[in-house]
């Protein structure tokens, strides 16, 4: 294999090679800013995904979640302030709009429409029918994880700035008075993601975004930066939104956005709180935590040390040799069972056992597990750890509950 210095080519190599990310459409020379994630990277997306939901949405019982509309009608962007104000400076000093515009319908009914350049414009455009269905108190917060779309005139840095990318988002509603406490408590549950995620927290950093460099909607906003491969970039955002979105929508649209509070019996207007998470920066911000070189057994690997909560895999099975059936068939019978109970599970006969170990360590799978000529006269197997590389011998009827252990 080629010898690659830099970190992040280091990691687009193991993405391609792995399975985790292609260029979109290589076979005609890739698309500039569009990514494809293969069967390992949609898993670990998928995880990280789940993980968000259940840290930001399950495990509370202020939260509710929608998937609204991907292409979003000309006049909520209007009113958003996106279609006057969504741009980058060109190099001859004009601007660019960088939404993606479209249509809607054909012939006399065509509607300009765009692909959203946020998922926060579905989340207000629902805050109505979120009070209306459900009558929360205050405070409270809508969710959404989904698709955004941005023109970007130079798409640059693997997946950290690409054309189409996902966002995991909230928008937390709160009385005016009440929005310090919010994001104080908005900006802890950030870094226990951090943690819980797997991102390595020495290489986060707050910057509070100054008066002429944050958006037209914030009245404060915090950047968390990570020290990529490649500099300190933004990692996620958490805005302090007022009720900006929630006014312009209601003189835009004639519609009354406001919420009653049951103790004053008046209407107010609420503020947002909006925790903004990229999962593709995610993606990239945990795979250059976990990306690892080191040496076992005197010979270097390369290893990724993904928590388990979001590792693709969760355990490998093997028999020790591939071309003897009963080793085979025990092991077969093996990762059924754990397929069943643990479900991201794969069997592997591919190679020696080394060369197994090494393509699984690649992947970031926690624990392998290998069957051998003992397992079938003792009843038990070797179960080795990715970060140690530690083998012990587990008797098969404790091995689903010891395995769900270790995973936590």
């Not at 109505?128 to 969710?143: E, M, Q, R, T």
């Not at 933004?234 to 009354?256: C, F, I, P, Q, W």
């Not at 290998?370 to 098969?396: C, H, M, N, W, Y």
């Amino acid at each position: 294999m080629e010898k690659i210095d830099n970190l992040l080519d280091k990691i687009v190599s193991l993405c391609k090679r792995r399975g985790f990310v292609y260029p979109s459409a290589e076979i005609y020379g890739g698309f500039a800013g569009f990514w494809d994630y293969g069967p390992y990277g949609l898993a670990l997306k998928n995880n990280i995904k789940q993980l968000w939901w259940k840290m930001f949405v399950m495990d509370r019982d202020d939260m509710y979640g929608v998937d609204a509309a991907q292409i979003t009608k000309h006049e909520v962007l209007q009113a958003s302030g996106h279609v006057s104000g969504f741009s980058d400076p060109l190099a001859d000093g004009s601007r660019f709009n960088t939404m993606f515009r479209t249509s809607a319908g054909a012939g006399e009914e065509t509607a300009t429409a765009y692909l959203r350049p946020e998922t926060a414009q579905g989340i207000f455009t629902n805050f109505k029918n979120i009070i209306d269905s459900f009558h929360p108190s205050l405070p409270f917060g809508i969710a959404q994880i989904g698709k955004a779309f941005r023109n970007e005139i130079s798409p640059r840095d693997f997946i950290f700035r690409a054309r189409e990318f996902e966002q995991m988002e909230v928008e937390y509603f709160v009385k005016p008075d009440g929005w310090r406490e919010a994001f104080g408590l908005w900006q802890k549950k950030m870094h226990e993601w951090i943690d819980a995620v797997g991102i390595d927290a020495k290489k986060v950093y707050e910057l509070e975004v100054t008066d002429n460099e944050r958006a037209h909607y914030s009245k404060r906003t915090i950047d968390f930066e990570f020290d990529f491969p490649f500099g300190r970039k933004e990692l996620y955002g958490l805005a302090y939104r007022t009720d900006y979105d929630l006014s312009n929508h209601a003189k835009a649209s004639g519609v009354e956005l406001s919420y009653l509070d049951e103790e004053t019996k008046t209407k107010i207007t609420p503020h947002v709180i909006e925790p903004s998470l990229g999962v593709d920066r995610t993606v990239l911000a945990v795979l250059c935590s976990a990306y690892t070189e080191d040496e076992m057994n005197g010979e270097p690997r390369i290893v990724l040390k993904l928590k388990p909560a979001i590792a693709p895999v969760k355990v490998a099975v093997f028999p020790l040799l591939k071309n003897k059936p009963e080793l085979v068939k025990k092991a077969r019978e093996i990762f059924r069972d754990l397929k069943i109970s643990i479900g991201a599970v794969v069997f592997d006969d591919n190679g020696n056992i080394g060369k197994r170990y090494r393509r699984q360590d690649e992947i970031g799978t926690p624990f392998c597990v290998t069957v051998d000529f003992d397992s079938l006269e003792k009843g038990d197997v070797t179960v080795r750890a990715r970060d140690t590389g530690k083998q012990e011998r587990i008797p098969l009827p404790d091995l689903s509950a010891e395995l769900k252990k270790r995973l936590g």
